[in-house]
């Protein structure tokens, strides 16, 4: 079983549970297929499992270390964005949602996605490796946003919180608007749902409604 399947946190596990999204961040394995850093570049992409029936053995040496997700909304929460090139689409909803949602920054579609990668980079992880969250009420925050809660983590959708796991999302309760959480996904993603983006959720919040 090799390590490759990313958390809610953003921290690279082990888990016999599958992926919906292919994710990247550079070379990040040894030739032993061991994950040896965190990352190798900022621009943390996101991308289908499938494009153009390219094929990819896993792990290869000296190419970009192959990552898997759960859902989307775990995706964004670990810091990740849509790719330009396999899910362009997605890409420039995504820009537009967060160039809406982020004003004070000045952007527009001509900026360089790789500026804003860089707020991204700032927003999920700190100097020390560490990932980086912020307290927030609950009835702030937009559907697809991953929060922790006295160490457990959930996605917030519909005025619910749905307990999340590697396999899907096994249980879920009622939100309490007013409470306070640690929120996982990156401020500015956060802005980018808030302004319209919907990220796709995973199967299992179907069935516990």
């Known amino acids: 079983m090799l390590q490759n399947r990313v958390s809610a946190d ?7 549970a599958r992926g919906a999204w292919l994710g990247n961040r550079g070379v990040i394995h040894n030739e032993h297929k061991e994950i040896i850093r965190p990352y190798k570049i900022k621009a943390w992409i996101s991308c289908m499992l499938e494009f153009r029936g390219r094929h990819r053995e896993i792990m290869q040496p000296n190419r970009w270390t192959e990552l898997f997700f759960l859902d989307e909304a775990t995706t964004f929460s670990a810091g990740h964005r ?35 990668d860089a707020i991204i980079h700032a927003e999920r992880i700190d100097k020390h490796g560490k990932k980086v969250t912020y307290s927030e009420q609950i009835k702030n925050l937009p559907d697809g946003v ?3 809660n006295e160490d457990e983590v959930y996605l917030f959708f519909e005025n619910k919180l749905y307990h999340w796991t590697p396999f899907g999302y096994d249980r879920c309760e009622e939100a309490t608007l007013r409470r306070s959480v640690q929120v996982l996904t990156p401020q500015s993603i956060v802005n980018a749902l808030k302004a ?9 919040v179907e069935q516990l409604n």
């Open 10 to 16: 953003g921290t690279i596990i082990k888990t016999k």
């Open 82 to 116: 849509p790719c330009f090139q396999c899910r362009y689409k997605d890409h420039i909803r995504f820009k537009e949602c967060w160039i809406k949602g982020n004003p004070q920054y000045g952007y527009n579609m001509q900026t360089p996605i790789a500026k804003i």
């Open 146 to 148: 991953l929060v922790s």
């Open 196 to 204: 319209g983006y919907k990220p796709q959720i995973d199967k299992t």
